[in-house]
Antibody
Framework: QLQLQESGPGLVKPSETLSLTCTVS??????????WGWIRQPPGKGLEWIGS???????YYNPSLKSRVTISVDTSKNQFSLKLSSVTAADTAVYYC??????????????WGQGTLVTVSS | DIQMTQSPSSLSASVGDRVTITCRAS??????LNWYQQKPGKAPKLLIY???SLQSGVPSRFSGSGSGTDFTLTISSLQPEDFATYYC??????????FGGGTKVEIK
C-alpha cells in the first residue's frame, strides 16, 4: 500500500523559507505514470494546489505562488521536497503531499499524506 | 484561471436523506471533474473522477454527474460516516488542478 509522509519544521519565522519533505513508501517515485505534488489548506479554509514534479525533475507551479515556490525530487531517497520563500502569516496552513495520477480525464490526487501544520510566526 | 464554485457552502441533513451538492466551473471543462471527501483532521479522499467514475473502494451510494460547466455529487442515502466536507476539483487545466470552496455536510 502506497504511503506518503510529510516532515519538516512546524514553525517558521516571517520572511524565512518553509521547507518540507514528503517520503514515499510502498511504491517508487520514479514511476513514469505519476506526478508528485503539494497542496495546502489554511485553518478552516479550502484546498490550494501549490505545485507538482515528475521524477525526471519537470515541475509545474500554481501561478499565484510560482515566484516563491521550488519543488525538487530525490529519487535515490524516494522523496520530494517543497521550499516556499519569504513566508508570511498567510502561509500558515496544513501542507499535504499527494500523488497525482492520470484518471481518465486529467489529473486526480489519489494518495495523500496525513498533512503537517506549518505556522508562520515570530 | 478556471474558477470552481460549489453550492451550498454547507447543509444540514439526516441519516437516510438524499443529498446533492453542486459544482460549477467558470468555463467548460468537459468531464474533467473530480470529487473529494474530507473529514476533520484528515487528508482529502478521492471519491469520484472524470465526473462520474467511482474510485475503487468508494460505496455505491456516492455518484457523480454532469459535463461542461455544471456538475453534481449525490449521496443517495446519507450515512453517519458521510458527514464531512466535500470538494470538487477541475483537472481540465492540468497541471493546475484548482478546487472548489467546499461543501460541509452536517447532522440535522
Amino acid at each position: 500500500q502506497l504511503q506518503l509522509q510529510e516532515s519538516g519544521p512546524g514553525l517558521v519565522k516571517p520572511s524565512e523559507t518553509l521547507s518540507l519533505t514528503c517520503t514515499v513508501s510502498g511504491g517508487s517515485i520514479s514511476s513514469s505514470s505519476y506526478y508528485w505534488g503539494w497542496i495546502r489548506q489554511p485553518p478552516g479554509k479550502g484546498l490550494e494546489w501549490i505545485g507538482s514534479i515528475y521524477y525526471s525533475g519537470s515541475t509545474y507551479y500554481n501561478p499565484s505562488l510560482k515566484s516563491r515556490v521550488t519543488i525538487s525530487v530525490d529519487t535515490s531517497k524516494n522523496q520530494f521536497s517543497l521550499k516556499l520563500s519569504s513566508v508570511t502569516a498567510a502561509d500558515t496552513a496544513v501542507y499535504y503531499c499527494a500523488r497525482h495520477s492520470y484518471c481518465t480525464n486529467g489529473v486526480c490526487l489519489d494518495y495523500w499524506g496525513q498533512g503537517t501544520l506549518v505556522t508562520v510566526s515570530s | 484561471d478556471i474558477q470552481m464554485t460549489q453550492s451550498p457552502s454547507s447543509l444540514s441533513a439526516s441519516v437516510g436523506d438524499r443529498v446533492t451538492i453542486t459544482c460549477r466551473a467558470s468555463q467548460s471543462i468537459s468531464s474533467y471533474l473530480n470529487w473529494y471527501q474530507q473529514k476533520p483532521g484528515k487528508a482529502p479522499k478521492l471519491l469520484i473522477y472524470a465526473a462520474s467514475s467511482l474510485q475503487s473502494g468508494v460505496p455505491s451510494r456516492f455518484s457523480g454527474s454532469g459535463s461542461g460547466t455544471d456538475f453534481t455529487l449525490t449521496i443517495s442515502s446519507l450515512q453517519p460516516e458521510d458527514f464531512a466536507t466535500y470538494y470538487c476539483q477541475q483537472s481540465y487545466s492540468t497541471p493546475n488542478p484548482s478546487f472548489g470552496g467546499g461543501t460541509k455536510v452536517e447532522i440535522k
